[in-house]
Nanobody, 120 residues
Framework: QVQLVESGGGLVQAGGSLRLACAAS????????MGWYRQAPGKQRELVAA???????NYADSVKGRFTISRDNAKNTVYLQMNSLKPEDTAVYYC??????????????WGQGTLVTVSS
C-alpha cells in the first residue's frame, strides 16, 4: 500500500558529509511524521531525527548541530543532511513515516534501510 525508498548511504571518511533521501509512494492521503532511525551492530534501533508535517523537528542529542532533517511535502520525501560524520555514526539508517492512507487507515511504515559507514 505504502512504500518508503531510501537512497544516499555509502562510505565516507570521518569529517565528511552524506545526504540521505526517503521517498514515500502508494495510497497516501497524508503523512504526519517522517523520521530517520539508525541501528548499529549489536545495538538497538534509535531515533536520529524526526519532522512533522508542520515542520516541528526533534533530534537525538548525539547528532544535534551536525545533522539536519528536512522534508518536501509535495514530494512526500524526507532528507537527512549529515555533516561532520564520526565513526560512531556508522549504522544502517531507516526511514520511518506515519501515514494516513486513502482509506483513512493509519500505518507506520519503514524503509528497507541504507548503510552508512564512516571510516576513521
Amino acid at each position: 500500500q505504502v512504500q518508503l525508498v531510501e537512497s544516499g548511504g555509502g562510505l565516507v571518511q570521518a569529517g565528511g558529509s552524506l545526504r540521505l533521501a526517503c521517498a514515500a509512494s502508494g495510497s497516501i492521503f497524508s503523512i504526519n511524521v517522517m523520521g530517520w532511525y539508525r541501528q548499529a551492530p549489536g545495538k538497538q534501533r534509535e531515533l536520529v531525527a524526526a519532522i512533522t508535517k508542520d515542520g516541528s523537528i526533534n533530534y537525538a542529542d548525539s547528532v544535534k548541530g551536525r545533522f539536519t532533517i528536512s522534508r518536501d511535502n509535495a514530494k512526500n520525501t524526507v532528507y537527512l543532511q549529515m555533516n561532520s560524520l564520526k565513526p560512531e555514526d556508522t549504522a544502517v539508517y531507516y526511514c520511518n513515516a506515519g501515514v494516513t492512507t486513502l482509506l483513512l487507515a493509519y500505518l507506520e511504515v519503514w524503509g528497507q534501510g541504507t548503510l552508512v559507514t564512516v571510516s576513521s
